[in-house]
């Protein structure tokens, strides 16, 4: 797996590509409202880095897949707590958790996997589960 120093361009980006793969295909509407959102811009995100680690993260997730062949890739919750904690920076971490809502209502499903990393970043990034699930239930209901 690439490293990344903590609250790069880089880790930003992954992280926002895992919300648009983690539901195991990168659906056109999901690119669209990310790239037409400001986000990218607010945080010094160009096309070339995010696509960039798009393909790094792809990469990355089938050279380390137990069952390749299979077409499907399981991402480890594990791997997926090591990657949120590269966002270290509190007004950060409430960008990212934003715009990975946003990603994963874009294409008008939310699938069990994508609730799941949205989850994950709110425990990891704001606390307490209890307050995660209330936190995020009412963020992705909308």
């Known amino acids: 797996m690439h490293t990344y120093t903590a609250n790069s361009p880089e880790a930003v980006s992954r992280i926002l590509a895992l919300t648009m793969i983690v539901d ?22 160009d096309d070339d880095t995010f696509d960039r680690t ?3 993260l792809c990469e990355d997730l089938l050279d380390a897949a137990a069952n390749r062949h299979a077409g499907m ?11 949120l904690v590269e966002i270290r920076d509190p007004l950060l971490q409430i960008r990212v958790w934003r715009t990975m809502v946003d990603i994963v209502h874009a294409d008008g ?33 909308t």
Not at 73 to 83: G, H, Q, S, T
Not at 132 to 138: G, K, N, Y
């Open 24 to 45: 195991g295909h990168l659906s056109p509407s999901e690119v669209q409202a990310m790239h037409h959102s400001t986000y990218l811009e607010q945080v010094d995100i």
């Open 73 to 83: 890739v399981e991402i480890d919750p594990r791997l997926m707590d090591a990657l």
């Open 109 to 141: 499903h939310l699938d069990g996997r994508e609730a799941t990393l949205v989850r994950r970043a709110a425990r990891a990034w704001f606390g307490r589960a209890e307050a995660e699930d209330s936190f995020t239930t009412a963020a992705l209901a």
């Open 54 to 56: 798009l393909r790094d």
